[in-house]
């Protein structure tokens, strides 16, 4: 039997979206049903990735794990701080 490995690096960044004269993130229309990219990309990857679930044959969930915690990665500062902010239970 042959052994495989893989390797899977993963790079998160997310550009500064904030209208710097008002502080905040203002709607983005092309990231609906979401305010703005930044939280259509959390509810698609970022929160998912941090609590996969594993399924058996008939789609029960049997596992929930997160997958930060096998494979190697970076997030860049200005996506830390806003999952910080905004969505601090996918941050912890």
Same mark, same amino acid.
């Given at each position: 039997?042959?052994?495989?490995?893989?390797?899977?690096?993963?790079?998160?960044?997310?550009?500064?979206?904030?209208?710097?004269?008002? #502080?905040?993130?203002?709607?983005?229309?092309?990231a609906a049903p979401y305010h703005d990219?930044? #939280?259509?990309?959390?509810?698609?990857?970022?929160?998912?990735?941090?609590?996969?679930?594993?399924?058996?044959?008939? #789609?029960?969930?049997?596992?929930?794990?997160?997958?930060?915690?096998?494979?190697?990665?970076?997030?860049?500062p200005t996506l830390l701080s806003w999952l910080?902010?905004?969505?601090? #239970?996918?941050?912890?």
């Amino acid at each position: 039997m042959r052994i495989r490995y893989i390797c899977i690096h993963g790079h998160f960044y997310q550009p500064p979206r904030e209208n710097p004269w008002l #502080e905040a993130v203002e709607t983005q229309d092309t990231a609906a049903p979401y305010h703005d990219w930044n #939280e259509r990309i959390t509810a698609e990857c970022y929160g998912p990735n941090a609590s996969s679930r594993i399924l058996d044959a008939r #789609e029960r969930i049997v596992k929930i794990v997160n997958n930060y915690a096998a494979i190697s990665f970076n997030f860049g500062p200005t996506l830390l701080s806003w999952l910080a902010q905004r969505q601090p #239970e996918t941050y912890a």
